[in-house]
């Protein structure tokens, strides 16, 4: 998401990523232990905030700081706030996420829906761990390879558009190596992938080639998208989105 025509693509798309409520609540589910009170929760990499609203309506108590760097999303996410009466609970900060202004040792759960590997799953872990307080936790979902030796033609394009994909297995590493536990993992089903995200694109795709036929950099962007589009449609038992929760030690 490095330049600005990407933000412009998907801002049309009803969620920046796969995913769903009912996904977002099993891996909430994962959650066992929060303060009475309710807890303190940093949404990274919110976008139009799909999955914060899903975990407003979670966990009643919980406060939620909204982050993302693309202030019109956040835009968007105020409407919803507001209309749903979430004003007091959910705030949205316009932000880096590996540049977060808050304290540290602030957060009960730090949750990232399809978004960490912008900045790599390694450092997103690292650098977040830091803001939890003590048995807090981190809700990473994001793009993984299912097995070790994909197909060539879905390997090469991965090579290009995002090499630092890795494994399910990598990735439990990395959180291990960190010192998390990991409390609980699953797979976004694909069926769920194309209702929530690659189908609403490919309904877009002539739209937006119109829309951004001035713009050089937008259509090979939208041209990236396509060509991905085609990739899970082909290779989608190859990869996907995994859920994985990982909590500090007590
Ligand atoms: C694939 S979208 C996921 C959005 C949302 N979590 C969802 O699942 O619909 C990635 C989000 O990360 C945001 N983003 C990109 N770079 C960022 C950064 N450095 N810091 C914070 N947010 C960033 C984008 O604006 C976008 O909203």
Not at 16 to 44: C, N, Q
Not at 82 to 103: N, Q, W, Y
Not at 192 to 218: H, I, M, N, P, T
């Amino acid at each position: 998401m490095g330049n600005s025509s990407v933000f412009r693509i998907f801002e049309s798309l009803p969620r920046l990523g796969g995913g769903d409520d009912e996904h977002t609540k099993k891996a909430y589910s994962r959650i066992t232990d929060l303060p009475p009170g309710g807890g303190e929760i940093l949404d990274v990499g919110c976008g139009k905030g799909a999955q914060t609203m899903a975990l407003a309506r979670l966990c009643p108590s919980c406060r939620i700081r909204a982050v993302d760097i693309h202030q019109p999303y956040l835009d968007g996410l105020e409407e919803k706030i507001i209309a749903e009466g979430f004003s007091g609970r959910i705030k949205t900060v316009c932000a880096s996420m590996d540049d977060l202004p808050f304290e540290e040792e602030s957060f009960d759960i730090i949750w990232a829906e399809g978004c960490a590997s912008i900045i790599g799953i390694e450092q997103a872990v690292r650098y977040w761990k830091a803001f939890l307080k003590r048995g807090g936790y981190i809700m990473i979902s994001d793009i993984f390879w299912f097995i070790k030796t994909p197909s060539e033609e879905a390997r090469e394009f991965f090579a290009e558009y995002h090499p630092i994909m890795m494994t399910e297995e990598e990735g439990i590493s990395i959180i291990r190596n960190a010192g998390l536990e990991l409390v609980g993992s699953f797979r976004l089903p694909s069926r769920v992938w194309e209702e929530s995200f690659y189908g609403q694109l490919r309904e877009r795709f002539g739209g937006l080639e119109e829309e951004f036929a001035d713009d050089k950099d937008a259509l090979m962007v939208i041209d990236g998208l396509k060509r991905q589009t085609d990739i899970f449609d082909r290779y989608s038992s190859e990869f996907g989105n995994t859920y994985l929760i990982m909590r500090t030690p007590l």
